[in-house]
């Protein structure tokens, strides 16, 4: 039987990249539900082999202005409890990092750009292994807390909680594993007024994507990869 993945999409652009392309060649069938125009349910997020929670450019405590998050909030929750395999990238991540309890809070500064992750003891024993000082994409301005019970495995100059696991079925990362450095300019176009508004020059980014891309893309197929392979079914 195909197995089917969902992600949560909060901007058009923002889509599972690496990771996708590693589920259909397994033979996977990937859906997109988009949050704020699609009903998103408990129910919804319990059927799924997979769900992937992607990133965007708004916050967990962001409920009063897009009440969606609610309900998202509460069927990430529901996925959490069932123990079914699950993946939250940035704000993904950072709703995960809530649902179980732990912080999410502004960082001083942005983290925008192409920088280098380096991963803890756990994280060396851990799917991440191929990213270790390899740069990846950042691109946030809140960081979560590590939950209790759950293991911590990167950081960055940044960032001092970059990644976390709980058991074999959720991985949250703050950085995104799953963009495409080849697409980079969606990127650039679609958040150009934080980008200036931040002071970050798009040039330099476009460049490092150049540079960084072939390795990086090579190095998040083999974590995804190993992570579908130990996770739970």
Known sequence: MMRRAVAIRHVAFENLGVIELVLRGRGWNVEYVDAGIDEITSHD??????????????GVADTDVYPFLGDEQAAISARLRAGKPLIGICLGAQLIAHALGASVTPMPHKEIGYAPIELT?????????????????????????????????????????????????????????????????????????????????????????????????AAARAVVETWLDGAAR
């Open 45 to 58: 997020l319990l059927a799924p082999d997979l769900v992937v929670v992607l990133g965007g450019p708004i």
């Open 121 to 217: 003891a756990l994280g060396r024993d851990s799917a991440l292994r191929p990213l270790d000082g390899i740069p990846v994409l950042h691109w946030h301005g809140d960081e979560f807390a590590i939950p209790a019970g759950a293991e911590h495995l990167a950081v960055s100059h940044a960032c001092s909680n970059q990644a976390f696991s709980v058991g074999r079925n959720v991985l949250a990362l703050q950085f995104h594993l799953e963009a495409d450095a080849a697409q980079i300019e969606r990127w650039l176009i679609g958040h150009a007024h934080e980008l200036a508004a931040e002071g970050f020059d798009p040039r330099s980014i476009r460049a490092d994507a150049v540079a960084v891309g072939p390795a990086l893309a």
